[in-house]
């Protein structure tokens, strides 16, 4: 199996753009996580799918934030319009033990708005 | 939800046997103490759980003594790969996983 992954590896990008990072879980797993992880604040969960319904976005920091999972094999985590403040890496991960048991790590999307 | 508290930081030497603690005194009778392993511009990877006494994989042992409120992460002959920082968390089945500071760990040669 190839893993959780994430496109793209690295996003450059403007104030006031959209950006767009895309994950792939890992085929079979029904639980889907996206985390943000800066120095500051460390790795903070923004929001989770269950079966490719979103089941807790209380971690999504305002509205310029979305996500959605089509299918059970793919999610976006939109950012609309990007601040600077929401340079960080991006992780996504899933899960086919439940909430509590062994996540597995995409490699990250580092974003960087200038 | 359960808080754990451990060292920020912790310089070894390669070969040496590290342990590295995690407090939780409100740890519920429900909740599982899981370690997770970070290296540099990758995802967390998860090592090891238990819910008490001990327990052991490839990677590591896990030692929970009977009350539950501690727990040390176990990393037998480390070697210069296993700088990382390391995540303890108390998970229960019932709630995600809420990731703290993590011990950042520093293998010397």
């Known amino acids: 199996d190839a893993g959780v992954i994430q496109s793209p590896r690295h996003e450059v990008t403007e104030m006031g753009q959209e950006v767009t990072l895309r994950c792939k879980p890992i085929?079979?797993?029904?639980?889907l996580f996206w985390y943000r992880q800066t120095m500051m604040r460390g790795l903070e969960l923004l929001i989770y799918?269950?079966?490719?319904?979103?089941?807790?976005d209380s971690g999504m920091p305002e509205d310029r934030f979305s996500a959605k999972m089509p299918n059970a094999s793919f999610s976006t985590l939109k950012i609309q319009p990007s601040e600077p403040r929401d340079s960080a890496v991006y992780f996504c991960a899933s899960s086919n033990r439940g909430l509590w048991y062994g996540y597995t790590f995409g490699s990250g999307t580092r974003l960087t708005v200038v | 939800l359960a808080k754990t508290t451990q060292p920020i930081s912790m310089d070894s030497y390669e070969g040496q046997e590290v342990n590295i603690t995690c407090s939780h005194n409100n740890i519920a009778t429900n909740d599982y103490i899981t370690w997770y392993q970070q290296f540099p511009s990758q995802g967390p990877r998860f090592i090891i759980q238990g819910y008490k006494t001990k327990v052991t994989n490839e990677v590591a042992s896990l030692f929970i003594p009977a009350d539950r409120k501690s727990s040390t992460l176990s990393l037998p002959r480390v070697s210069l790969s296993d700088t990382a920082v390391y995540y303890c968390l108390v998970v229960n089945r019932d709630d995600k996983i809420i990731f703290g500071k993590g011990t950042r760990l520093h293998i010397l040669p």
């Open positions: 085929s079979g797993h029904d639980y």
């Open positions: 799918f269950n079966n490719n319904v979103p089941i807790d």
